[in-house]
C-alpha cells in the first residue's frame, strides 16, 4: 500500500451527491461491509478518495449539470481515465459515456465512448426488476448473475477499451463495464441482494491493484472550458 | 428476460407492521425490520411499505422505520403514505427509500407525478392505484379510484386515471383491489387486465393473493410482479416455498 493511500484511511470510501440519488441505500451497502462512506462535497476530496462512488438515480441533463455546476466533472473523469477505484451506478454509466438520447445535446463525460439510447420500446419501460448478466471470462469484478435493473435507458454495444458484461431486455444491452480499477453498474448493486454485496466486497477489494495494474492511455484534452 | 417479482408489502402504522381486510380492522404483525430482514432472506425481490395511517394524520411516512428497514435490506425499498409534493418524495428517497408511491395526493394534484418523475426519474414515481367495482355505468372499465385509504371513492375511471398517470411520468402502477385486499380470494383479474389494456409500464398485482395460483394468474392477465402480506406475516407462505410452486407453475422467478 501507498503512503499516500495510508495517509488518506484504508477505508475512505467517498460518494460523490450527484443530485438526489438513493444515497441511503448505496451509504447502507457499504456499511454492511464494514466501510465508512462518506458524502464528498470538493474535487479535491473526489481526487484524494481512496474509492469513489458516483451513484445514479435522476435525469442525464440533472446529473451531468450538477457535476459541472459544483466544479466536479474533470475530477471524476480524471480518476475514471487514470482507472483509479471508482463505482458508477446506474445513471452514472450513462454520465461517463459521450451522450444520451435522454438529454440531447448535452455532452457527458466521455470517458466511454458511444451514445446512450432509449431501451427497446417492445419491452416494458423502464425496466424494472431482476434481471440476467453475461460476463465474459476473465474480468476482474463482474459476474454472470442475476441482478437488479431500474432503467429506461442504456449503450447498446460494449465500447472500445473496456470489458462489457451484457444483458438483454428486448434487445442487448450494456449491463456493466470495467477497466483498471473502475466498475460501471447498469444495476444497481447496492440493491442486488447477496450477489450484490459480492460484487462491491470484490470491487474493493480488487480494485487497487487493478488500478496499479492499469496503464492510462495518453492523455486526452481535458473536458471543454463549459465544465 | 425480467423475473417475476415477489413483493412482501407491510403495512406500517406507529411504527409496527398491521394487516386488516379492506383496508380496516387491522391487527398488529410484528417489527418492520425484523421482518424486512426475514424476507430478503427467504428470497423478497424487493419490499414496499405503506405507512396506511400518514395521510389520515396529514404526514409523511414515518422517516425511522424507512432508515431501520433499509439499513436491514439490500432490495429495493418502495414507500408510500402521504406524500404530497416531490420535497416529501425526497426525504423518503434521503431517508433510504429507493421509490415512492403516490395515491391520494396525485388524485388531487396529478402534477405531483411529473414533478417526482422529473427530479428523480420515471423509475422512482410509482402510482399506488387502489380501484374498486364502479357503481352505475360512470367508469368505462367497470373499476373506480379510492383514495384516503379506500375512504373515498372518487368516481375516477382507473383505466383512465392510470392512461394520465403514465402520461405524466409514472414509471409502476402499484394496483390494489379495494374488494379483495385481505379476503384471501385471489388478485382481480378483470382489474388487472382492464390496467394491462391502458398502460405499458410495469404493474404490480396487490389485493386478495394467497397462494401461488392467485400469483400465476395474475401475471397471466398482465401483472409484471405480485404483492402480498398476510399469507407472509401469518407464516401460510415462506417466500422461497411460494417461488418452488411458482416455478412448478412455469413462472420464472429469482432464486
Redesign the interface.
Known sequence: MSAARMATGPQDVGIVPTG??????VA??F??LGRTPRLLDSAAGISGADYVVLPG???FA?GMAELRRRGWAEAVRRRVEEGRPTLAIC?GLQLLCEESEEAPGTAGLGCVPGRVVRLAASC?????????VAAPAGTAFLRSA?V?F???YGLEAGPAGWTAAMG??GSRFVAGLERGGVLACQF?P?????V??GLLKRWLEESPAAAEAFEPRAERPALAAAC | ???V?VIPCLDVRDGRVVKGVRFDNLADQGDPARLARRY?REGA?ELVILDVSATAEGRVARFETV?RV??EI????TVGGGVRTAEDA?AL???????VAVNTAAVERPQLLSEIA???????AVLALDGGAAAGEACPSGFEVLTHSGGRRTGLDAADWSRRAVELGA??ILLTSFDRDGTRSGYDLALIGAIREAV???IVASGGGAHAGHMCAAVEAGA??VLAASIFHQGDWSIGRLKDRLQQLGVAV?R
Request: glycine residues 14%; contains cysteine; hydrophobic residues 35%.
Open positions: 438526489v440519488a438513493n444515497l441511503e441505500a447502507a451497502a456499511r454492511r438515480v435522476g435525469s440533472g445513471l416494458r419501460i423502464p425496466q424494472l426488476g431482476w434481471n440476467r442475476v437488479y431500474a432503467n429506461s438483454r431486455h444497481h447496492e440493491l442486488s441482494g447477496r450484490g454485496a | 428476460m425480467l423475473n417479482r430478503e425481490d432508515g433499509r439499513d439490500s432490495i429495493p425499498l425526497g428517497l434521503e431517508a433510504g427509500a429507493d421509490r422529473s427530479r428523480f426519474g420515471a423509475q422512482c414509471g409502476e405499458p409500464v410495469p409484471d410482479a429469482r
